[in-house]
């Protein structure tokens, strides 16, 4: 079956997950990404009429304590996420305008429904500029990847798998393999 360009994506981004192997995350970026997914929930409770841990019960079936752990989980897959953005664009010379930023910001508020940004940042709150930095960010690494890489997808009958992913980068002349199969 032919992947689309979206999955191909998506399968870069986890090989580069699997790849970067962060141990240590800045505390507040972990602060940052917990307090943005339980604002979420609050507010999915809120709209409910809900108590925060009778939604996470209902909906989740987790304890606050697993809750906790999930919470932390989340906030550390994306704190990685976006530390070996930031490398990758480091490295590679990647950077963005405010121009850029306005236009990725417009993108998202129309998609959920906005007339404008100012209307998406009346509603949802000033911070929705940083996630329009990140969302852009995580656009231009990508692209950025696949545009060097050598990409290949490897089919289950090779793998003796379900299949993945296999990036080939050449740097100074020799050849580094990143492999992410599910």
Do not use: H, W
Request: with cysteine.
């Amino acid at each position: 079956a032919q992947q689309t360009q979206r999955e191909l994506e998506m399968q870069v981004n986890e090989a580069l997950m699997v790849i970067g192997d962060i141990s240590e995350y800045p505390q507040e970026l972990i602060d940052l990404y917990s307090n943005q997914v339980d604002s979420n929930i609050s507010y999915y409770a809120t709209m409910y009429g809900m108590e925060k841990a009778d939604f996470i019960s209902t909906y989740y079936g987790m304890t606050e304590e697993e809750y906790q752990a999930e919470l932390l989980k989340i906030a550390q897959e994306t704190a990685a996420q976006r530390m070996i953005y930031e490398t990758i664009a480091q490295l590679e010379g990647i950077t963005f305008t405010q121009a850029d930023v306005d236009a990725k910001g417009l993108e998202i508020a129309t998609q959920y429904g906005y007339e404008s940004v100012d209307a998406f940042k009346a509603e949802q709150g000033e911070e929705v500029t940083e996630g329009f930095k990140e969302e852009l960010l995580a656009e231009k690494v990508i692209e950025c990847v696949m545009s060097f890489a050598d990409i290949r997808v490897v089919d289950q009958k090779e793998l003796d798998t379900s299949g993945g992913i296999e990036i080939t980068t050449e740097e100074n002349g020799s050849r580094k393999e990143l492999g992410f199969y599910s």
